[in-house]
């Protein structure tokens, strides 16, 4: 674990700020919400139990859910993730807050009040005092609570500490996962700790730390928009979850790089799923990212575009390309391997059982899939599957990586996978034969909006050298070494376009 964390400490402490920043800024914005709110409930008895019953509603509501919905009116990303965690944040700073207040003896209100003072002073003198270590208290949970959700923000590109969590599950590296939930762990405990110890510290004391915190907060959050001297050109490449799109992302990086040294090149990795992408790519908040052409006339056209069973490369892609056009979005040339879907079982139970087409499937007793929500999903997934085979077996959504922890501890025995996936060849899998042609072709190519491939033909000249290339055995081989040899992502591109003289 030591030696994952030398090798990714740059990408660890950039995870590690992100983290910080997303924590600080929620919970500075939820105290500036509720603690005002909880005052005003604290003279407004009737509305109190309303307001307490609304942000209790907000606790349960599951963070997918939320930035799921957040997604359309915002998009992806910072703003997505710092509202949902504002969110989670509310309760526990307002009912600690309106208990503090509420909590305060009568008696000694009555003795402000006997004192003339009145009610803004009775606030700021007494009341707040008393109720201060209830509200400290409700900041600190709200702080833990935060730090730990906000590890979901990777899932829609806001980064932080889920980053390492999340490419852990993927490439089955408990390393990465050790140490993005044991820094976050240790970040709740000295984000916990740390306000204890500015609580405790004298009055101007308190005030020059806090003062302190705020502004080298303040400037780490301003610094990245401060404009700098660039590279006459920066764009942003990023990629879905798993290794294939990381090594097809750094090998767009390295094209481009050599056709056009100057051009700065930002990587956004396990950037999250097709949706996420596609929104960040038609924002403008990425330039490029790979997709695969049956995905595009799948999920990208409404409705779904039905091809002709067992339509060829060339018909998919040109579906594709249309698909794509039509939303202002350019496809390039797409490489060789197909990277469709398949059905998988163990190689001991296809053997046992004589099972060699997905509709064997019918003689499989106690059958059990685990599949992705995705596939679940998806007309060109289990619906369409069952429907052409005639099948009828019992499903559990799973995440894609832990699907096959799940075959691998015999919860499960029928997965839905990737041609090229590695993990056929980790857990010993057999793809059975998609006999009826159901699945359509996937052939992986770079979407750009339509604009940037105009302005930038160099650019969409380099990655079009990959046209062709890479067979279902090269990419196989290449995730096999990501997620089994734990092997860079970068590293394995460039040797695969240096073998294959595409890189100088």
Request: proline residues 5%; aromatic residues 8%.
């Amino acid at each position: 674990m030591w030696g994952t964390l030398i090798a990714r400490h740059t990408q660890f402490f950039a995870a590690l700020w992100q983290h910080i920043q997303l924590t600080v800024s929620a919970v500075v914005i939820a105290a500036l919400i509720a603690i005002p709110l909880a005052i005003w409930a604290e003279r407004h008895g009737r509305y109190a139990e309303w307001l307490l019953q609304i942000t209790s509603i907000f606790q349960t509501l599951p963070s997918l859910a939320i930035l799921g919905l957040l997604i359309p009116l915002v998009g992806i990303g910072t703003p997505a993730a710092l509202i949902a965690l504002v969110i989670y944040a509310l309760l526990p700073i307002f009912q600690n807050t309106y208990l503090g207040l509420t909590g305060v003896d009568p008696g000694v209100l009555d003795g402000g009040r006997a004192l003339g003072l009145p009610r803004r002073l009775l606030l700021r003198k007494i009341q707040i005092p008393l109720a201060m270590p209830s509200i400290i208290a409700g900041i600190r949970t709200a702080t833990v609570l935060i730090i730990g959700t906000a590890t979901l923000a990777s899932l829609i590109g806001a980064g932080g500490l889920g980053d390492f969590i999340l490419l852990g599950i993927d490439r089955n590296n408990t390393n990465l996962i050790l140490i993005g939930a044991l820094a976050s762990a240790l970040l709740a405990i000295v984000g916990g700790l740390m306000i204890t110890f500015v609580v405790n510290l004298s009055g101007w004391l308190r005030k020059s730390v806090v003062s302190i915190l705020i502004l080298l907060f303040v400037g780490g959050s301003i610094l990245p928009l401060i404009p700098q001297k660039q590279a006459p050109q920066t764009i942003t490449i990023a990629g879905k979850l798993g290794s294939e799109p990381e090594i097809l992302i750094n090998m767009y990086a390295a094209l481009i790089k050599q056709a056009q040294p100057n051009t700065k090149i930002e990587l956004r990795p396990n950037f999250g799923v097709t949706t996420f992408l596609s929104s960040a790519l038609k924002s403008s908040k990425i330039d490029i990212y790979p997709e695969f052409t049956g995905t595009i006339t799948e999920s990208f056209a409404k409705p779904a575009i039905k091809l002709p069973a067992g339509a060829d490369a060339k018909t998919t892609y040109e579906a594709a390309k249309d698909v794509a056009a039509k939303q202002g979005l350019f496809l390039t040339q797409p490489m060789r391997f197909n990277d469709t879907y398949a059905i998988a079982v163990p190689i001991k139970v296809a053997k046992q059982y004589d099972l060699k087409t997905i509709g064997d499937l019918k003689h499989l007793p106690n059958a059990k899939a685990g599949m992705t929500a995705e596939f679940l999903d998806r007309s060109d997934g289990m619906p369409g599957i069952e429907k052409t085979y005639n099948l009828n077996i019992p499903t559990v959504s799973l995440d894609p990586a832990i699907r096959y922890h799940a075959m691998n501890q015999k919860q499960i025995n029928v997965v839905d996978a990737y041609s090229t996936d590695s993990q056929l060849v980790e857990y010993k899998l057999q793809a059975l034969n998609d006999d009826r042609h159901f699945f359509p072709i996937y052939q992986g190519a770079a979407l750009m909006k339509n604009s940037f491939a105009t302005q930038n033909p160099k650019i969409v000249a380099a990655i079009n050298r990959l046209t062709g290339k890479i067979s279902n055995s090269d990419m196989q081989k290449m995730n096999y070494a990501v997620n089994v040899k734990h092997e860079s992502a970068g590293q394995v591109a460039k040797h695969y376009l240096t073998t294959h003289n595409l890189l100088k």
